[in-house]
Protein backbone atom coordinates (compact mmCIF):
# COMPACT_ATOMS: atom_id res chain seq x y z
CA UNK A 1 0.00 0.00 0.00
CA UNK A 2 1.15 3.37 -0.80
CA UNK A 3 0.20 6.89 1.02
CA UNK A 4 0.99 10.21 -0.84
CA UNK A 5 1.22 12.91 0.80
CA UNK A 6 0.61 16.68 -0.30
CA UNK A 7 2.96 18.69 2.55
CA UNK A 8 2.42 22.60 2.90
CA UNK A 9 4.65 24.97 1.49
CA UNK A 10 8.42 24.48 2.73
CA UNK A 11 8.08 21.31 3.67
CA UNK A 12 10.07 18.18 2.94
CA UNK A 13 9.18 14.56 3.31
CA UNK A 14 12.21 13.13 5.29
CA UNK A 15 12.96 9.65 7.03
CA UNK A 16 11.97 11.70 10.51
CA UNK A 17 8.34 12.71 9.13
CA UNK A 18 7.48 9.98 7.94
CA UNK A 19 8.23 8.16 10.97
CA UNK A 20 5.90 10.34 12.96
CA UNK A 21 2.95 9.91 9.72
CA UNK A 22 3.64 6.01 10.60
CA UNK A 23 3.23 6.80 14.30
CA UNK A 24 0.30 8.64 13.84
CA UNK A 25 -1.38 6.12 11.84
CA UNK A 26 -0.41 3.43 14.27
CA UNK A 27 -2.04 5.36 16.97
CA UNK A 28 -5.58 6.45 15.77
CA UNK A 29 -6.41 3.49 13.49
CA UNK A 30 -4.90 0.06 13.62
CA UNK A 31 -1.22 -1.20 12.19
CA UNK A 32 -2.74 -2.87 9.42
CA UNK A 33 -3.72 0.63 8.30
CA UNK A 34 0.24 2.05 7.69
CA UNK A 35 1.35 2.24 4.13
CA UNK A 36 4.49 0.30 3.49
CA UNK A 37 5.56 3.39 1.42
CA UNK A 38 4.87 7.37 1.81
CA UNK A 39 5.75 9.60 -1.14
CA UNK A 40 5.17 13.04 -1.54
CA UNK A 41 3.21 14.91 -4.31
CA UNK A 42 2.79 18.43 -5.55
CA UNK A 43 -0.74 17.51 -6.07
CA UNK A 44 -4.00 15.39 -5.45
CA UNK A 45 -6.20 14.19 -8.43
CA UNK A 46 -9.38 15.54 -7.45
CA UNK A 47 -12.76 15.28 -8.90
CA UNK A 48 -14.69 18.16 -10.21
CA UNK A 49 -16.54 19.00 -6.76
CA UNK A 50 -12.94 18.82 -5.17
CA UNK A 51 -13.25 15.86 -3.49
CA UNK A 52 -9.55 14.24 -3.33
CA UNK A 53 -10.27 11.07 -6.00
CA UNK A 54 -9.59 7.40 -4.41
CA UNK A 55 -7.84 4.60 -6.68
CA UNK A 56 -8.32 2.34 -3.75
CA UNK A 57 -11.91 2.53 -4.56
CA UNK A 58 -11.77 1.60 -7.56
CA UNK A 59 -12.05 -1.66 -8.76
CA UNK A 60 -10.70 -1.85 -12.03
CA UNK A 61 -7.57 0.79 -12.00
CA UNK A 62 -5.84 -0.37 -14.59
CA UNK A 63 -8.96 0.87 -16.88
CA UNK A 64 -7.48 4.18 -16.10
CA UNK A 65 -4.87 3.55 -18.89
CA UNK A 66 -7.56 3.17 -21.48
CA UNK A 67 -8.43 6.83 -20.88
CA UNK A 68 -5.06 7.95 -20.39
CA UNK A 69 -4.49 7.14 -23.68
CA UNK A 70 -8.18 8.03 -25.19
CA UNK A 71 -7.04 11.87 -23.82
CA UNK A 72 -4.22 11.84 -25.41
CA UNK A 73 -5.58 10.44 -28.90
CA UNK A 74 -8.42 12.89 -28.29
CA UNK A 75 -5.96 16.31 -27.82
CA UNK A 76 -3.98 15.15 -30.82
CA UNK A 77 -6.98 15.03 -33.17
CA UNK A 78 -7.73 19.29 -32.18
Do not use: C, W
Not at 31 to 58: T, W
Amino acid sequence: MVLFVKLREGLVLDDALIKRIKQTIRVNTTPRHISALVVQVHEMPRIKSNEVVELAALANPEALEEYRQMKNTLEASF
